[in-house]
Nanobody
C-alpha cells in the first residue's frame, strides 16, 4: 500500500508564493513520474507540472516561468514551488506518482488527497 501526504496549501494574495510538498510512503520499489495536478471549481483536473525519475520536467503553459517542480528521491517527495501566483491558479492541487511496488510489478498511479490553494486578487 502506498500513501501520499500533501502539505503547503493555503490562502495567498496575488503575486505571492506557496510551496507544496507531497511525501510518499509504503511499499515502493521505484517511483517513475511524479506530478502535480490542479482542479479548479467546476472543472476537470489538469496537469500543472511533472518530473521524471531523471529530473526531466514538463509544465502547463499557464504556469511556465512561475512554477518549479522538483523531487527528492531519497525522501520519495515531490515539491511544487509556486511564485507570482494569480487568482486563476486557485484550486485543489493533487500530487500523483507512477510507481512500482516490486521490481517486476506493473506501474500504478497513486493520488494524494489534495490540498487547497486559494489566490485572492
Amino acid at each position: 500500500q502506498v500513501q501520499l501526504v500533501e502539505s503547503g496549501g493555503g490562502l495567498v494574495q496575488a503575486g505571492g508564493s506557496l510551496r507544496l510538498s507531497c511525501a510518499a510512503s509504503g511499499s515502493i520499489f521505484r517511483i517513475n513520474v511524479m506530478a502535480w495536478y490542479r482542479q479548479a471549481p467546476g472543472k476537470q483536473r489538469e496537469l500543472s507540472a511533472r518530473i521524471t525519475s531523471v529530473g526531466s520536467t514538463n509544465y502547463a503553459d499557464s504556469v511556465k516561468g512561475r512554477f518549479t517542480i522538483s523531487r527528492d528521491n531519497a525522501k520519495n517527495t515531490v515539491y511544487l514551488q509556486m511564485n507570482s501566483l494569480k487568482p486563476e491558479d486557485t484550486g485543489v492541487y493533487y500530487c500523483a506518482l507512477d510507481a512500482l511496488i516490486y521490481s517486476d510489478s506493473p506501474t500504478y498511479r497513486y493520488w494524494g488527497q489534495g490540498t487547497q490553494v486559494t489566490v485572492s486578487s
